[in-house]
Nanobody, 123 residues
């Protein structure tokens, strides 16, 4: 069984920064991708960023390129999302996910999900 636990969300003013963490346990992930997704009220869950565990390959949504940085630390199995220059439209529940065999923005490809952490950006 895989468990993912997000942390680091909170309330921040526009232009500020937050760092999200996702701690993974239960199995190894060396051949898989991990990703961050977000869901705002009344909207569908959308892709934010993804990274491969076994290499520094990353992928970002156009809306966060240049502002967000995804990274991972294999020991322990933790993934991070550094969010800078936050905007009110970044307000959402942020989820981490894993279990995808490929680096993709497709939510259906990810098998395991965390419970989410709220990020609120005030204007």
């Amino acid at each position: 069984q895989v468990q993912l636990v997000e942390s680091g969300g909170g309330l921040v003013q526009a232009g500020g920064s937050l760092r999200l963490s996702c701690a993974a346990s239960g199995r190894t992930f060396s051949s898989q991708a991990m990703g961050w997704f977000r869901q705002a009220p009344g909207k569908e869950r959308e892709f934010v960023a993804a990274i491969k565990w076994n290499g520094p390959v990353t992928r970002y949504a156009d809306s966060v390129k240049g502002r967000f940085t995804i990274s991972r630390d294999n020991a322990p199995n933790t993934m991070y999302l550094q969010m800078n220059s936050l905007k009110p439209e970044d307000t959402a529940v942020y989820y981490c996910a894993t279990g995808s065999p490929i680096l993709t923005d497709n939510t259906a490809s990810y098998e395991y999900w965390g419970q989410g952490t709220q990020v609120t950006v005030s204007s």
